[in-house]
């Protein structure tokens, strides 16, 4: 899989549309503290699937959704897209041949959730299902999210085998 | 299982074999676990050779250097079963400039197999990189992005 | 003594009002004790408002917001009964290049009445203080420590 | 108190005798990672009275004696001198006189421990004195080591409060 680009609306910081373009080799994304590159991270580990608020750094799944700010009311849903190549490794007949394909995670704040490929609705297992055939079935060690390289070092001997089970 | 897990370390070992001299400039880890336990509840080890030191455990090491050998195993399991992308979130913040030149020649190979994203406030890795985001929020609570050259990512970073 | 906690924690809350606005260019951050439990027993929350944003609590603040209000608690708690030295050993670390000009000032401020002695590896931390030594260790497992210059310096932070 | 130089020889690294001058106002200390620079910290913290061996990163307290390297065998004993200016603070009439105060600690492979005040001996509690008549009775806060910071944040609200304790 080469993923081509990234779209966030309306989730965390983003609170407009925003188009990150990835290259093939190495990117960096830069700014001052607060600004919101960790919430970038968030946003691509959302869309891949992850369940829990915890994990993106919130109480509940609708804290992604921007809430507002001096200028701006909050937004009623939040929406992250991810665009990649296909490579000829997608299985499911619907898309095997499309050369682009897009998985799209939704979440309005009424609590109702959507997740789309190339923008028809499809069910969450089907974006497992991709993921799994285009080699991100094991995200854990996809995002080496801030602080992780400190918990890391911190963890007692009996937590760090945990992580060698996850990464099996 | 018993056998899984065995296997998994063994295999971690051996990318942790690759991926550790590249960061030190020589020298081992391993990843080892404690004796007389069942695998499948046995504490996990790291016992380290720095170049021309005894072997000591991840604790007894310095700052810089626990860190380093933190992001060495964590790059380890990530090789297990390498994904198409590997997002990084300032995993260069504790690194010395010597460090931070062998990170970049593993970044540099490891991109070969798969996409690299890095948040990063370091000069040196900015550098490095073909493509440069900058994030800023110019209104307060709005977060905005855009492709930026060098110096405007150093300015920004500020 | 409960008595002595709560005038602990007010003292440390008015050096606290001093420190943090100097850090973050504005706002302010107050420690705060778990409601409707026994002073001697309740948890501490340290709630922030930065400069423009509505107040929270630190779990909730960037990775660096976090790290420079931990550097502000602990200064205004060390303020309470100033030692005549302050050693700070890589504080500066997680902080970004506008956050370390404030740091800066706020540590000018601080060595008027206490010597300041700060391990780092950060060239702008380098750049500003009085005098500068260097730690090498050429014959391994030896440590040598001199008097340095400016560029001797920022060569062996590498 | 104005502290005017530390001695540190035999401890950690520090295999040879090595003098460190503090200036009026700020100072740094650098170099690459594992260099000794936090060995320097623990010099200060050691000379203070620190009696925890964890506190010093080693298991006993015998660990803070240079153990040996490639070229050189371990030290038969670690020593570290504070030298500072008496500002007119010192109460113990032994001492009140005299414009420079050097104490030092010293510890033997077999376990025997000494306190120096200017090369006398005397009790722990002497120097517990001094350090109290110059200012330097709270020690919790004047050494913020490595990952102090790290620690702090990631401290549970009930953990928090001692912090606050400690500096009462
Ligand atoms: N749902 C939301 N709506 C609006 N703003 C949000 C939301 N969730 C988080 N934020 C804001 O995002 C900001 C933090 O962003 P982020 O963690 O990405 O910062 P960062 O750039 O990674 O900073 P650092 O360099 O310190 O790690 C905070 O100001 C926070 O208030
Ligand atoms: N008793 C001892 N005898 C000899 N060497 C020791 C002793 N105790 C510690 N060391 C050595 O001191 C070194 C670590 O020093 P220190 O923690 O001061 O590094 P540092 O300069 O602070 O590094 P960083 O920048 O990574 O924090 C290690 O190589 C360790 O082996
Ligand atoms: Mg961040
Ligand atoms: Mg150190």
């Known amino acids: ?168 | 299982s018993r056998k899984r897990f065995t296997d998994t370390l063994e295999e971690a070992n051996q990318r942790l074999a690759e991926v550790f001299p590249v960061l030190f400039s020589g020298g081992s880890a391993t990843l080892t676990l404690e004796e007389g336990v069942d695998p499948l509840d046995a504490g996990l080890h790291i016992m380290v050779e720095l170049p021309g030191k005894k072997i000591r455990t991840l604790e007894s090491l310095s700052g810089g250097e626990k860190a380093l050998t933190a992001v060495a195993v964590l790059f380890a399991l990530f090789l297990i079963r390498p994904a198409p992308f590997c997002i990084l979130d300032e995993v260069d913040a504790p690194m010395d400039e010597a460090n931070i030149g062998r990170f970049h020649d593993l970044l540099s190979r490891l991109s070969q197999r798969s996409q690299i994203v890095m948040i990063t406030h370091n000069r040196r890795t900015m550098e490095m990189v073909q493509m440069l985001y900058g994030v800023t929020m110019e209104q307060k609570g709005v977060s905005k992005l855009l492709a930026v050259t060098l110096q405007e990512g150093e300015a920004m970073a500020a």
């Not at chain 1, 060690?141 to 963890?155: C, D, H, L, N, T």
Request: negative net charge; charged residues 25%; glycine residues 10%.
């Open chain 1, 1 to 168: 899989m080469k993923v081509t680009r990234l779209e966030i609306n309306g989730f965390k910081s983003f609170a407009e549309r925003t188009v990150v373009d990835f290259p093939d080799g190495l990117c960096a994304v830069v700014g001052p503290n607060g600004c919101g590159k960790s919430n970038v991270v968030d946003a691509i580990r959302w869309v891949l699937g992850e369940q829990s608020a915890k994990q993106l750094r919130g109480h509940a799944m609708e804290d992604v959704i921007f809430n507002g700010s001096d200028g701006q009311s909050p937004a009623g849903m939040g929406e992250v897209s991810l665009v990649f190549e296909n490579q000829g490794d997608v299985t499911a007949p619907a898309f095997a041949d499309l050369s682009e394909i897009m998985v799209t995670r939704r979440l309005y704040r009424s609590g109702e959730s959507e997740y789309m490929i190339n923008r028809v609705p499809c069910r969450l297992k089907d974006i497992h299902q991709l993921f799994m055939d285009t080699g991100l079935g094991n995200r854990d060690y996809a995002i080496i999210e801030q602080g992780r390289v400190a918990a890391f070092i911190e963890s007692k001997p009996v937590e760090r085998r945990l992580w060698v089970e996850e990464a099996a």
